[in-house]
């Protein structure tokens, strides 16, 4: 047993060895990755249920987020090794993330990356009773929480956490394919008692804790990627908590500022996470009324109706650089036994309006893609089968689709309409659709043939090409909503040409149907989609005719999307495409 002197001497030197390491982290190191933070065609993004990126994509999406949980990546000692872990040096330790979670979040990552979807990480630490335990500060233990506050005190702690950090930087860091450009830190962390516990602790202590962790982080991911983002995030509590520790967003946001300026992270150095649901997550029109949410800068809770308190405040006292992502909120279409699904409809197009004219706001994540079982609100744009397993789509998928494009619909009419009222500015589009439909020919000979290039696309276990037939084969693990089918890059001019066409067979549909849709993009902010229907196990000649689109001279990717519409597919199920071309 070691005496108090002895005791008080190695306190005295894991203080100095912390203080070391903090100062390490301070300096100033050449970035490995330098590339420019990513540019998005637009504000829309969505909490992607695995499996369903492709999906995510049919919706336009442009921003994700993707939850990195400490529970997930780092098993327990027995599996520390590597057969079951990939193992990375870090300042003469070895760090040890499983390989299961890292084929997964390789997968997703690779997915989004096709079509140029912006990641931001969620770091969260959840609980750990095993030798991982000294990751979470020591007051917290004991206590049941989602998640956990760090240990900002123990020096391999902060080690650990930047090894995570470093380790998930560098993997996911290649410019042309899966990346991470963005970490948030912790979750809703104004609410310690559930989704950050740090224990019976003051609140200056826990501000001090999350702003040398946020601190940590933004250091070993910028000594990675010179333009990460770093997120601390609060939830829709603004001048008003919920009981005890779970303290007011103004609050912590204005003690954090303070605290991450004297750990060296300065105004516009470090960006906000915010989650403004409705007062009652279960209230689903964003423009009822409440005394609790008003245009003063201390209205009690900030939704989307008035989130402008919410960015005005940034921008004055932390400038316009402190970027402000939407990182989760949504809209049940269920209310009380009620189907409010059309008032969902309306208020996911609404919130994303919101957004989009909003300079401060970067992104509106919703939450969710899918409906979740665990979750008393049904806030997916597809119901669920169980789980996480989408089952249908509900009238908000098709809301949130055509909310950024130039399609109308009532949903997003309604919205667009409401939007202006609040801010007095009319909704702007970003991407330019024009929808046609496709028409079927008994034949064409086409007058230039373009069947070349053709990539696959969707929930594919397979593709080939065998004398001018391309084919893709349906992955059966994957759901049942996720399509299957073909990208072609490359430039096609149909100025003169404005019949473009193409053969197509589908096999093995349970419903003998298959649903196809082609999409001709003009650069990645115009494009002409039209839908048609063919029966299966024959081939078919479809075509559309672009007279009426004045982008047809320069299409510069065609996409050939074949799905179900809730028929399911049968085992070995594919599609195959042939003679892609043009004729007058």
Known sequence: MKSSGTKRIWKRLAAAVLAAVLLCQSAVYAAEYNFAYPKAKSKKGIHVAPGMEEDALELGVNHTTINLSVGDFMPSRGYRNSTHCVGFQFEGKTYWFAKNALARYDSELN????????????????????????????????????????????????????????????????????????????NEVNNSTIWNWAGNISVDTYVDLYAEQVAAVYRA??????????????????????????????????????????????????????????????????????????????????????????????????????????????YSSVTSGKDTSEGQAKSVALAYYIAEQNSMVDSMILHRQVDHTAEGEKYGLYTSWGGENAAWKKLSWTAYKYADTTIKNAFTSAAAKMAKSLSGKKVGKKIGVKSGKLRVAKSIKWKKNYTNRFAPYGAYSGFRYNSGVYTVTHDSGRNANVPIGFIRTGTINCNTRKKLGFGIMASDFNSGKAYVTMRLWSGTKRYYEAKGVIGCGAWNTLYVNLKNWKYRKKITRVDIVVGTEGGGWSSGASVAVRQLGTKK
């Not at 079509?115 to 931001?120: A, P, Q, R």
């Not at 009324?289 to 209205?299: C, F, I, L």
């Not at 919410?310 to 990182?327: D, E």
């Open 111 to 186: 997915r989004l990356a096709r079509n140029g979807v912006i990641v931001t990480a969620i770091l969260l630490l959840p609980n750990r009773t095993d030798d991982l335990s000294y990751l979470i500060y020591p007051a917290a233990r004991g206590k049941s929480a989602n998640y956990y506050q760090w240990n900002m005190k123990d020096p391999e702690a902060v080690r650990t956490l930047r090894a995570i950090v470093t380790f998930f930087q560098r993997r996911y860091s290649n410019k042309n394919g899966a990346r991470i450009v963005g970490w948030i830190v912790g």
């Open 221 to 330: 991911a910028r000594q990675v990627y010179a333009n990460a983002r770093i997120y601390m995030c609060l939830d829709h509590y603004w001048t008003i908590g919920n009981g005890s520790y779970w303290y007011p967003g103004k609050t912590i946001l204005t003690k954090f500022a303070a605290r991450a300026a004297a750990k060296g992270l300065k105004k516009g150095s470090w960006c906000i996470a915010y989650h403004p649901y409705n007062i009652s997550q279960y209230v689903v029109d964003i423009m009822s009324d409440s005394a609790s949410v008003t245009n003063s800068e201390n209205t009690r809770i900030i939704t989307m109706k008035n989130l402008s308190v919410l960015t005005k405040f940034v921008k004055k006292n932390y400038t316009k650089n402190c970027r402000i992502i939407l990182s989760e909120q949504g």
